[in-house]
């Protein structure tokens, strides 16, 4: 994992589009806080792909950063994505096909309630912040149900849906509008879309219940809880341990401070 950020920092420092979007390098204040929370995020993944060369759906692939990683370890992976930047995808993959074996690897512009993948064809979805953005979300569950594997799992990381400061902020950009329809120009269609429609960890549970799917209790995590001036650059080890004592021990805390959650959810 460090030579993939050594790499992945050299990559953004060339790639203003990328550096917008992942804002890892682009604040000096901000690093350390940032990157703590990405490296959580990706190490989570990480250790729960635990099958050697595993067929991985990664919905909502984003810039693809994740998907690049997992295919750099072994694993067979389908990146979708319906954002504007899929065009620089190339570009991605030319940087890391340097570095690695990509041949497994790919993306693809892809609204996934119009056209699925066959029965049983993945062991693992990954969805990093995507969640959120499905609808109809019911029918995204029986989606996920009918392309896993009988021991497929869902690998999740998501914003916590019941943490204030978030909650308040995403009130004053969209008010109670939750779902909005938005035009795909690619796709020249309507499309139904979740406007930043988090949820807390219990509302994930009844969401996933119309299908057989079981939340791994083992797995979950709550990440983030102290404010940026609170790194320094040499305590992140620390402050992310003290973190992960401090949302097993207060439930108050864990649901509406802290600011992200890891889960996976197993197919019965």
């Known amino acids: 994992m460090k030579e993939f950020f050594s790499l992945f920092e050299e990559e953004l420092r060339a790639n203003k589009e990328l550096t917008d979007y992942h804002r890892i390098i682009n604040s000096p204040k901000l690093y350390h806080f940032r990157r703590a929370y990405y490296d959580q995020r990706l190490n989570f993944v990480m250790r729960e792909i635990k099958k050697p060369a595993a067929q991985i759906w990664d919905v909502g692939c984003g810039f693809g950063t994740?998907?690049?990683?997992?295919?750099?370890?072994?694993?067979?992976?389908?990146?979708?994505?319906?954002?504007?930047?899929?065009?620089?995808?190339?570009?991605?993959?030319?940087?890391?096909?340097?570095?690695?074996?990509?041949?497994?690897?790919?993306?693809?512009?892809?609204?996934?309630?119009?056209?699925?993948?066959?029965?049983?064809?993945?062991?693992?979805?990954?969805?990093?912040?995507?969640?959120?953005?499905?609808?109809?979300?019911?029918?995204?569950?029986?989606?996920?149900?009918?392309v896993?594997?009988?021991?497929?799992?869902?690998?999740?990381?998501?914003?916590?849906?019941?943490?204030?400061?978030?909650?308040?902020?995403?009130?004053?950009?969209?008010?109670?509008?939750?779902?909005?329809?938005?035009?795909?120009?690619?796709?020249?269609?309507?499309?139904?879309?979740?406007?930043?429609?988090t949820r807390s960890l219990k509302s994930w549970r009844k969401e996933f219940e119309i299908m057989p799917f079981e939340f791994d209790e083992e797995s979950i995590e709550y990440i983030r809880y102290f404010f940026p001036a609170k790194y320094t650059g040499t305590n992140t080890e620390e402050i992310i341990a003290q973190e992960q004592k401090m949302w097993r021990k207060s439930p108050l805390k864990r649901e509406l401070m802290f600011f992200g959650m890891n889960f996976t959810i197993a197919k019965k």
């Open 148 to 197: 896993l594997k009988p021991d497929g799992k869902i690998v999740v990381s998501e914003e916590n849906g019941s943490n204030i400061v978030c909650n308040i902020k995403h009130f004053r950009e969209r008010g109670f509008r939750r779902v909005k329809t938005i035009y795909d120009e690619r796709l020249k269609k309507d499309i139904l879309i979740g406007d930043e429609n």
């Open 66 to 146: 994740t998907s690049i990683l997992l295919a750099l370890n072994g694993h067979k992976v389908v990146g979708t994505t319906l954002e504007y930047y899929y065009e620089q995808m190339q570009e991605r993959l030319k940087f890391w096909g340097e570095h690695g074996d990509l041949s497994n690897l790919t993306f693809e512009y892809k609204n996934m309630f119009d056209e699925s993948y066959e029965s049983e064809r993945f062991d693992y979805i990954v969805a990093q912040d995507t969640l959120h953005h499905l609808e109809p979300f019911n029918e995204a569950v029986r989606i996920f149900y009918d």
